[in-house]
């Protein structure tokens, strides 16, 4: 998809997307910082997310659960098969957040769009603010892999036991 990247299975570029804006095998996913961001105009043919109602159990403040997953996706048009493509605003910070439950619930090609959609912007690209006709899909996620998480007592014996490096990779 973007071979000038070392992980071209991660990272697309805003290039890639446009000219794959009417790919009906891929699913272009908004999950903006701002929950409001989408209805003003995302990229055409993007579905959006609600990284507050529909990404977290307001519950357990947690990743939503795989039935809740299943669900998502499935009324997003998304099978398993289907190549996730997701950006944001705000450098993609909600963005990269669904990236990693799709990844803990087993999705196979998701990926971002590099700059999300302040570079989208930045280079004249078109927004619309209709809402894609979506077919719904049936989703089978996989059971959560929580491997690739790491809690904070976990962060805090490594770090007492000096064998790891913590990065902060928060913007200022």
């Known amino acids: 998809m973007a071979t000038q990247y070392a992980e071209s299975n991660v990272l697309v570029t ?8 009417q790919d009906p095998s891929i699913r272009i996913v908004e999950v903006d910082v ?3 961001a989408y209805d003003q105009g ?7 997310w609600n990284w507050s109602t529909q990404l977290c159990d307001t519950l357990v403040r947690d990743i939503i659960s795989v ?4 669900e998502l996706l499935g009324s997003s048009g ?15 910070w909600f963005a990269a957040w669904a990236f990693w439950q799709l990844k803990v619930y087993g999705h ?8 999300g959609q302040k570079k989208w912007l930045a280079e004249g690209r078109e927004l619309s603010t209709d809402p894609p006709k979506v077919q719904p899909k049936t989703y089978k996620a996989q059971p959560a892999d929580f491997s690739i ?4 007592p976990e962060v805090q014996k490594a770090m007492r036991e000096k064998r790891t490096a913590l990065v902060d990779v928060r913007s200022v």
């Open 67 to 70: 039935n809740k997953l299943e």
């Open 108 to 115: 196979k090609d998701v990926r971002l769009m590099n700059g």
């Open 14 to 21: 805003t290039e890639w997307v446009a000219q794959h804006l």
């Open 78 to 92: 998304i099978s398993n098969d289907t190549p996730i493509i997701l950006y944001g605003d705000n450098n993609n």
């Open 34 to 36: 701002d929950t409001s």
């Open 149 to 152: 998480r790491t809690t904070l």
């Open 42 to 48: 995302h990229v055409p043919g993007a579905v959006g």
